[in-house]
Nanobody, 117 residues
Framework: QVQLVESGGGLVQPEGSLRLSCAASGLIFSIYSMGWYRQAPGKQREWVALINPGGGEMYADSAKGRFTVSRDHAKNTVYLQMSNLKPEDTAVYYC???????????WGQGTQVTVSS
């Protein structure tokens, strides 16, 4: 049974930082691309960042220069370090695992990030 469990969300002031974590189990972590998505109230879920099995990173324009995605293969965990947070970053953040070959994909339950003074 595949599980993706996010943690690290919370309330932070504008210009603050947070680090999200996503612990994966039940899959061969090393062969999955791991992504972060977010969904704000009343909006569609949008892609934020991705790290492929080899460590290559990709970012949405909204995340470039402020967010950093990383992964720890020993811990089967992917991280999203977010800095200089803005109110428009407020959303539920979801972790995603994608097997590029088989197209199998899995989602976590999400963690709430609220940026507000």
């Amino acid at each position: 049974q595949v599980q993706l469990v996010e943690s690290g969300g919370g309330l932070v002031q504008p210009e603050g930082s947070l680090r999200l974590s996503c612990a994966a189990s039940g899959l061969i972590f090393s062969i999955y691309s791991m992504g972060w998505y977010r969904q704000a109230p009343g909006k569609q879920r949008e892609w934020v960042a991705l790290i492929n099995p080899g460590g290559g990173e990709m970012y949405a324009d909204s995340a470039k220069g402020r967010f950093t995605v990383s992964r720890d293969h020993a811990k089967n965990t992917v991280y999203l370090q977010m800095s200089n947070l803005k109110p428009e970053d407020t959303a539920v953040y979801y972790c995603n695992a994608l097997n590029v070959r088989s197209r199998e994909t899995y989602w976590g339950q999400g963690t709430q990030v609220t940026v507000s003074s």
